[in-house]
């Protein structure tokens, strides 16, 4: 069974709006945490990473929040634009393997 | 800078026929080589990994294998499709086997039985 989950399967947001995804997962012994993004028809497209021994990290327009305490990660995008739209996806890893939830679909209003 | 390569994009085969899915990647030595399905509306399922050539781990149970020949090149086969098997296949590479490296991804094989 998947060890990770997303709170919402749907996400809508007026364009220039800010995005929160939200990702549970269970496993306390994973130490690193990946966002990727999958448009329709692609691969899933590696967006940003998180250690465990950090509680946040900024990209480009893009920050992950880490809680070690509740086991949750969450995606923050600023000022989404129509090329925000896709199937966000957070993954665990332990050691090599990857366990995925099942995304959250994220559709950006003009 | 490094790429992964998938062929075919779409593949439509009949029940009971072979199977042979290809992933290369280029531009890193030594990566780390996987397989997954992804059903449609869901996470990826890990089917295979791959930490050096002739090495092989499976994840799950099915009638797929997988086989490294060189360094570089992944392939995913079945001898006899079943319908179940139809999904989108992926491939992912990672660097340096044991650490924290994300996986990147190819742009996947669309598989439908017949």
């Known amino acids: 069974g998947e060890s990770v989950g997303l709170h919402l399967p749907t996400l809508s947001v007026q364009e220039g709006d800010n995005s929160i995804i939200n990702c549970a997962y269970s496993?306390?012994?994973?130490?690193?945490f990946i966002w990727y993004k999958q448009e329709s028809g692609k691969g899933p497209q590696f967006i940003i990473d998180i250690r465990s021994n950090m509680d946040k990290r900024q990209g480009q327009r893009v920050t992950v929040l880490l809680n070690k305490t509740v086991k949750h990660l969450s995606l923050q995008i600023a000022a989404t634009q129509p090329g925000d739209s896709a199937v966000y996806f957070c993954a665990e890893n332990n050691d090599y393997k990857l366990s995925f939830g099942a995304g959250t679909t994220v559709t950006v209003r003009a | 800078s490094q790429t992964i390569h998938q062929w075919p994009a779409t593949l439509v085969q009949p029940v009971g026929s072979p199977l042979s899915l290809e992933c290369t990647v280029e531009?890193?030595?030594?990566?780390?080589l996987y397989w997954y399905r992804q059903a449609a509306g869901r996470g990826l399922q890990l089917l295979f990994y791959s930490v050096g050539i002739g090495q092989i781990s499976s994840e799950v149970p099915q009638n797929l294998s997988a086989s490294r020949p060189q360094d570089r090149q992944f392939i995913l086969s079945s001898k006899k499709l079943l319908l179940s098997d139809s999904g989108f296949y992926l491939c992912?590479?990672?660097?340096?086997?044991?650490?924290?490296?994300?996986?990147?991804f190819g742009d996947g094989t669309r598989l439908s039985i017949l």
């Open positions: 496993n306390s012994a994973s130490d690193y």
């Open positions: 992912a590479w990672s660097a340096l086997h044991g650490t924290n490296q994300p996986q990147h």
């Open positions: 531009g890193t030595s030594n990566p780390n």
